[in-house]
């Protein structure tokens, strides 16, 4: 026979354990949301980093085949943008990315055969991380190329 002191306890105690069970499913709901909200995130970066890198790789096998399939190339610190022209070539830009492409001729600290290509996607979805503030997300994606007199071309060299 339970006390005087007592009654209730059962109740008290099985309130306790219904708000445990409460709280770890909001915990479950919560972590699920925010894993969906990552995967999106992921998905567009991924998105902008390869039309960057497919955008620098269009031009990069264009100039390994003619040094001059753009035109002439730019001096020494100057640049030259090329955008529509990769454009032309069918490179694959998802949904609200807007892609730049610029060739950049070689800076005082290399060889003057060397030229850069450089490729920007920017996202203009309008999706921005809630942090407080209005980054505009994107991604750069550079090639360092080497001219090769003899074959009039370019040879592809690295990623950086």
Known sequence: MAHKDERGTVSAVGLAVLTVILLLGLA???????????AVEYEREMQ???AAESAVETAAAKLERDA????????????????????K?????????ELHVVLEGSDAREPENVLKVTAAAIDKSGMRIPDGENWERAKIVRARMEKKEKDNRYVWQRWY
Do not use: C, H, W
């Open 48 to 50: 902008l980093r390869l």
């Open 68 to 87: 001059s399939a753009y035109g002439v190339p730019p001096a020494r610190n100057q640049r030259k943008r090329i955008t529509e022209e990769v454009l």
């Open 28 to 38: 479950a709901a919560a972590f699920m949301r925010n894993g969906a909200d990552l």
């Open 89 to 97: 070539e069918n490179v694959p830009v998802g949904a609200d990315i």
